[in-house]
């Protein structure tokens, strides 16, 4: 018989980080592909990169969870346009502000995760070739989840 | 949509390029790396990375790279292709360590019915540094018409902390080689506080 476990992952990072992204910004699409592929003009993707212990009790664990969230913007003229980055600051800074507001996270009072945050952002990501045809910034998400 | 404050526009692209801009008034800057004309400054965005995280607000650093671009005329000699360049970055380095703490626009007295101070040459009296001006009995400093002096604006906002320029690279542009390139590696610490 198979062991009772929770999703933690899932339940506690992945699921409500996408619907708190969604809340936010509601037009922009949330994808997960492994390997890279276009959808449109402007859409998010979530890649999971980190499941770290950061304490270990004899009931518990402190967990740490990063999902690093590429945005993808096709850009009228040269992606590296002055417009074209100071909107893309915008919206990382509206990100930050978002995962800020949110940093202890407990919707309906349901825990999900505690000391959230966006820990870096990098303007000039490794990118693939297909991928060049898109502006790109990575956003790290970071946060700790009592297991 | 949540209210959030655009940091890394308003608190570092746009007073860097204002103190950048009021210094060298004759060098543009651009963010893309189109060649055009003899010089120019390209700012490259680069990260934002979190350094204390606050139940209210957060720590972060930016980095920008900021590169010189000067026309390589004819043969390469010291005099011709290096010196001007050196020049123009220690002369940011310089900008970039006196706005170490903050960007000070330039202060003028102003008279408490908003009419400028002048000096008697006719120059327009502007301050560097913020004064406190009251007289050996702690009164105000007023003009020979009975008025106020005080210096405009009167507050100074925050801006940054901590802004550096951390390495400096002298070399020629893989992309195009009719440029020589003097880059450095801009960084400031911003303090936000999440009303």
Known sequence: M?????EVFKDNV????ISLLHTEFTKVPVHHDVEFKPHGSFFLRMIPIADNIVEQTTEDQIRNYGIMIRFYRKTPGRVDREDNFRQLMNYTDRLKRLIGNNSNYSPSSTYKWHDGRISSISFQPDIDEDE?????ADALFECTVLV | MITFN??????????????????????????????RGNAFFQFIPQSDELIELRTDGAIREYGLQIKYYEKNY???????????RVKVIERLKELIRINTASIVDI???QTSD??????????????FRRPLLVTSDDAFFITSDSLALAPKPEEIEYDWHNTRLESVVYEQDEENQKYLVGSVDFRCVVEEVYA
């Open chain 2, 6 to 35: 655009r940091t890394y526009n308003q608190n570092v692209l746009d007073n860097l390029s204002l103190i950048i801009q009021q210094e060298f008034e004759n060098i543009p800057i651009r963010f893309d790396s189109t060649f």
């Open chain 1, 2 to 6: 198979p062991i009772l476990f929770t």
């Open chain 2, 114 to 127: 908003g009419k400028n101070l002048f000096t008697n040459d006719g120059d327009q009296f502007t301050i």
């Open chain 2, 107 to 109: 202060l003028f007295f």
């Open chain 2, 74 to 84: 004819g043969l390469y000699t010291k005099r011709r292709n290096l010196d001007n």
């Open chain 1, 14 to 17: 992945l699921d409500p980080l």
């Open chain 1, 132 to 136: 060049a045809q898109y502006q790109c």
